[in-house]
């Protein structure tokens, strides 16, 4: 992976992972790895994407415009319908990383596809590798910087995920 | 990866040989087929759209979508919960911009062609799902009545999804609807529960409050229970609790429900067990209180909504001392008492004579909708008694209110004293 930094650079970046794509799309972000599975009804705001949910230790985190990672989604299926109205309102995520198949988040990105042509990727890691990204994610208070930014890229064969060093 | 093999039928219709809109239902179809790993698509014979509660401009773009592109739907079809109650305007206090979009949303789905229902319980409704047939329903509540109390075969699908199987006619074959699927993956023994505890439905939401944080989405066979407690009103509300506090979709009781009875006899015995006491169910009905405050502001029945068969009890309930005593007192004039059902239940109700029993004693009556999730209660409640753990599970969330949970026989005593009532011997 070639950066704007160069070699040195490209010596911290980790080599892209390899993922199992669910939907389609690219999108780069600050990683937020979620410590417990979240519902987006009634655990994140309709119109900021802010975590609502009181019983979240994440409450106060936004989704919006993170690559978000979590095990699960738990909850509602009217978690579709909230998520392709934040990606609707330009609040949704810039990407998401399970580790289950997960049709209710799934259903929600390809509504906002179908709609909008917002084409915000959702792939699939192994536990062993959510980890890995959790264990190198900086503190929730970094991210408003640039660090840590990862890029998720999947179509409907394949899927990677690059962590990019600026 | 999962091939997914179309019929010649599938393909035409994602060619667009039925138009546009069955063209894009077929393409989220086919999507989740995708993310399922189904290798082929099956023929539904019904389905619930949950689609049509309103959450914001995307829902309502998707529906009118379809609408414009000319899409109906091609098997009977039933809606749940609106976001208003259009039998008895103003009751509802949306911003009018939001009920204009609300309304908007409900027409949509009716332009599609499905049934003006409007309820969470299509369960309750005319012609019921048969054994063994394969539907997409949306709502945790009715996917668990259905697959459970029913024995039909529903994934759990939820927003727009639903919509595009009605109008496809076509799901992926995964999840539920495969027979291997539903078979129980842990024995719940619930032989140390005395009889009596259970004759109520608050118990069975008390239960299924326990087994569902106990078993997550995993799939229940309850032991342990005589059948002459168990009616469908208790199903329902055991599987409504388990569905939000775990991820119940389809649960057995056995002897009772019908899959339990047909095809029993073939499942696994060596599945793990768990154990439910009447000290289980009393730290179940306690989670789901959230406050010690003894002044009570309104008593809220019927969610998932109250069945015809609920609105009897409540009348027995309701002129128990008319009949010992000469005389039964009304509510309390402080403490609003709310019952959410269905406009055809309430039809029902109404020519049975039940109606105007709850009605003469001051309740009232919500219909198309449910006063957990839009403003109906009024803004000065605080504390809020209710028989159904779904509606404590969510409704401190939705609404910022207290909840007590109690048993029928509790709520209608703390309506009339104001206060909450409790008896302890119903839970021991």
């Known amino acids: ?166 | 990866m999962v091939a997914l093999k179309l019929t010649d039928d599938d393909q035409a219709k994602l060619d667009g040989a039925a138009g546009e809109g069955v063209a894009m239902a077929m393409r989220m179809v086919i999507a989740l087929a995708g993310v399922m790993q189904a290798d082929r698509l099956i023929d539904i014979a019904s389905a619930h759209i949950d689609g049509c509660l309103y959450h914001g401009q995307a829902g309502l773009d998707f529906a009118e979508r379809l609408v414009t592109l000319g899409a109906r739907v091609a098997v009977p079809t039933t809606l749940n919960v609106s976001s208003l109650d259009l039998l008895h305007p103003g009751l509802v206090r949306l911003a009018p911009a939001d009920a204009g979009q609300a309304k908007r949303l409900m027409d949509a789905y009716l332009a599609l062609g499905a049934r003006s229902t409007w309820t969470c319980a299509p369960y309750q409704e005319a012609d019921r799902p048969a054994y063994g047939t394969d539907i997409a329903w949306a709502e945790s509540n009715a996917i668990v009545f259905a697959n459970s109390a029913l024995g039909a075969r529903t994934e759990r699908y939820g927003d727009f999804i639903d919509v595009c199987a009605a109008i496809t006619g076509r799901v992926p074959y995964a999840g539920l609807h495969i027979e291997e699927h539903r078979a129980p993956t842990v024995a719940v023994d619930c032989s140390a529960i005395p009889s009596p505890v259970l004759d109520g439905e608050a118990a069975w939401a008390a239960l299924g409050h326990a087994v569902g944080a106990q078993v997550a989405s995993g799939i229940p066979l309850l032991t342990g229970i005589d059948p002459r407690v168990v009616d469908e009103d208790r199903l329902k509300a055991f599987g409504a609790a388990a569905a939000s506090a775990g991820g119940v979709a389809l649960f057995h009781v056995e002897s009772v429900t019908p899959e339990a009875r047909q095809a029993g006899r073939g499942w696994a015995r060596d599945i793990s067990s768990i154990g439910i006491s009447a000290a289980d169910l009393r730290a179940a009905r306690d989670q789901l209180t959230t406050t010690a405050q003894p002044k009570l502001d309104a008593v809220s029945l019927g969610t998932p909504h109250l069945s015809l068969t609920e609105f009897a009890k409540l009348a027995v309930e309701l002129t128990r001392g008319e009949l010992t005593a000469g005389s039964a007192e009304p509510f309390h004039p402080e403490c609003a008492v709310w019952i959410s059902t269905s406009r055809s239940v309430l039809a029902e109700a109404r020519q049975h004579g039940y109606v105007q029993i709850v009605e003469r004693f001051g309740g009232r009556v919500v219909v198309d909708t449910c006063t957990y999730l839009v403003p109906i209660l009024a803004e000065s409640v605080r504390t809020v008694m209710t028989t159904s753990g779904k509606w404590a599970w969510y409704a401190p969330t939705n609404l910022g209110v207290d909840v007590v949970f109690g048993t029928l026989a509790e709520c209608v005593a703390s309506a009339r004293a104001g206060r909450v009532v409790r008896d302890e011997n119903a839970w021991r």
């Open chain 1, 1 to 166: 992976m070639k950066t704007p930094g160069g070699d040195a650079a490209d010596a911290v970046a980790h080599a892209a992972l390899r993922a199992q794509p669910l939907c389609a799309g690219v999108g780069t972000g600050g990683l937020l790895v979620l410590d417990e599975p979240l519902s987006f009804w009634g655990g994140t705001d309709l119109a900021t994407g802010e975590i609502t949910d009181v019983h979240h230790p994440q409450r106060g985190l936004s989704v919006a415009g993170r690559v978000v990672a979590m095990a699960a989604s738990r909850g509602s299926s009217s978690s579709s319908s909230v998520l392709a109205e934040q990606l609707r309102a330009g609040v949704g995520p810039a990407a998401i990383i399970l580790t289950s198949r997960d049709a209710i988040l799934a259903l929600g990105a390809l509504a906002a596809f179908e709609l909008y042509g917002i084409a915000m990727p959702i792939v699939l890691v192994t536990s062993d590798e959510l980890a890995a990204l959790a264990d190198r994610a900086a503190p929730p208070s970094e991210w408003s910087s640039s660090d840590g930014a990862v890029t998720v890229r999947a179509d409907d064969v394949s899927a990677t995920l690059e962590r990019s060093a600026e």
